[in-house]
C-alpha cells in the first residue's frame, strides 16, 4: 500500500507522533549518559580536582564579561545541531515505522 492511503486514516500523524516521542528520548538519553559520565569523571577524581577546574573556567570564561549578541549567538550555533539531530532521529524513525505501517496494511488485505 501506499503512504497516502494510511495518511487518510491518519497513520501519518500516529507516525509522526511516535517519531518525534523516539527522537525526545534519544536525545535525551545522549544528554543523559554525557551527564553521567562528567559526573562520574569528577567522582573519580575528587572535590580539589574539581574545584580548581572550577576556578581555572571561572577565570577564563567568566572573569570578562561578555556581550549580549555573542551570548545569543553562541547558544543559537548550539541550538542548532541540537535541532538538527532531533529532525534527523525523527525522519528516520518516522521511515523505519511507515514500513511497519505498510506491512501492517498488506496483513490485514
Known amino acids: 500500500?501506499?503512504?497516502?492511503?494510511?495518511?487518510?486514516?491518519?497513520?501519518?500523524?500516529?507516525?509522526?507522533?511516535?517519531?518525534e516521542l523516539v527522537s525526545v528520548v534519544a536525545i535525551g538519553a545522549l544528554f543523559g549518559f554525557g551527564s553521567n559520565a562528567i559526573h562520574q569523571k569528577w567522582h573519580r577524581l575528587g572535590r580539589d580536582a574539581f574545584l580548581a577546574h572550577e576556578s581555572q573556567n571561572f577565570d577564563k570564561l567568566y572573569s570578562n564579561s561578555s556581550s549580549l549578541m555573542h551570548s545569543v549567538l553562541l547558544f543559537v550555533m548550539l541550538a542548532a545541531p541540537v535541532y538538527l539531530l532531533y529532525k534527523g532521529i525523527?525522519?528516520?524513525?518516522a521511515k523505519f515505522l511507515s514500513k511497519f505501517a505498510d506491512k501492517d496494511e498488506a496483513t490485514q488485505q
Open 90 to 93: 525523527s525522519i528516520v524513525a
Open 1 to 19: 500500500m501506499s503512504t497516502t492511503a494510511s495518511c487518510d486514516k491518519l497513520g501519518c500523524m500516529k507516525n509522526n507522533v511516535i517519531s
